[in-house]
Nanobody
């Protein structure tokens, strides 16, 4: 059974940084794309970033240059380093497991099969 557990959220001032972590268990982690999504109150869940099995990375335009996604296959971990945070980054952030052996930018939530419980990120102005 696949499980994803996020951690690292919190309250930070605008301009600050946070690093989110996602611990994965079950399945062959290294062969799957992994993604981060976020959902603000009253809004739909939105794509933030994805890292493919081959370590290619793709980002939403709103976070390019500020966020960095990475993975450590030896530890079954995915990370999201978030710098220069803005109040509009406030949301619940979710880690998700994407397609098997894809090497494309997959941004649709429906393409991700397994999800974590989410971690709250709040950026104050």
């Amino acid at each position: 059974q696949v499980q994803l557990v996020e951690s690292g959220g919190g309250l930070v001032q605008a301009g600050g940084s946070l690093r989110l972590s996602c611990a994965a268990s079950g399945g062959t982690f290294s062969r799957y794309d992994m993604g981060w999504f976020r959902q603000a109150p009253g809004e739909e869940r939105k794509f933030v970033a994805t890292i493919t099995w081959s370590h290619n990375t793709y980002y939403a335009d709103s976070v390019k240059g500020r966020f960095t996604i990475s993975r450590d296959n030896a530890k079954n971990m995915v990370y999201l380093q978030m710098n220069n945070l803005k109040p509009e980054d406030t949301a619940v952030y979710y880690c998700a497991r994407g397609p098997y052996y894809s090497d494309s930018m997959i941004s649709a939530p429906a393409s991700y099969e397994y999800w974590g419980q989410g971690t709250q990120v709040t950026v104050s102005s």
